[in-house]
């Protein structure tokens, strides 16, 4: 019987990828027409390059940018791209379908719910209340939880603890398979791997189940004896 289920956050809950791909291209546009001597497509790369280096969730992303790029931070150029980022990624913030859908349908079955990210705790919950989720959630185990990402043991027994159950009653929802199902699968947690948000086109999950569509939660919690 699941009387749990632990979510990823991004591509997971949220289309984090194309919120993030739309942001930084509104960011460089806004960057170009103030005053930035670069193409879109060259502010566009230059941006993502920063991201492979310093990571997805990398705050100071446009300092470097246009420190490597110019040689120094133009001011009226680094506000209009963070505020184009801001804008872009405010407009862009959205669930997947049927998300909110489902995870009212679990917690009025008595579920507990929790999400497990590897995001900093700030970022994170500024997603959650953004989207009105942080009402919905008994548990949320960020980074900064632990200090350790997924698939280290650490965030999950976290949230199991918290939640006040055992792995063999948890299901893990999750898009990345090395993380996701493979940090949770090792503790003995049932998975669902969520193929709708794979970025990596993975063709053998490993998982427990795959779901094209998050509302086949439901059916998969109501047959698990």
Known sequence: ??????????NTLIDFMRMKDEAVRAAADAMVDAGLEMSREKAIEGIEEVYREKGIEYQQVFDDFLEQKIGTIDWKILASGVLAYRRSREAH?????HAQLTLVRLAKRGLRLAVVTDAPRREAWLRLVTLGLHHIFDVVVTFEDTGEVKPDPAPFLRALELLGVEATETLMVGDW???????AGQ????TAFARYGDVFSKKDSGADYEIDDIAELINIVENVS
């Open 93 to 97: 913030l959205v669930l997947y379908p």
């Open 187 to 190: 503790l003995g947690i049932r």
């Open 177 to 183: 398979v090395e993380r996701d199902m493979v940090g």
């Open 1 to 10: 019987m699941i009387r749990a289920v632990i979510f990823d956050l991004d």
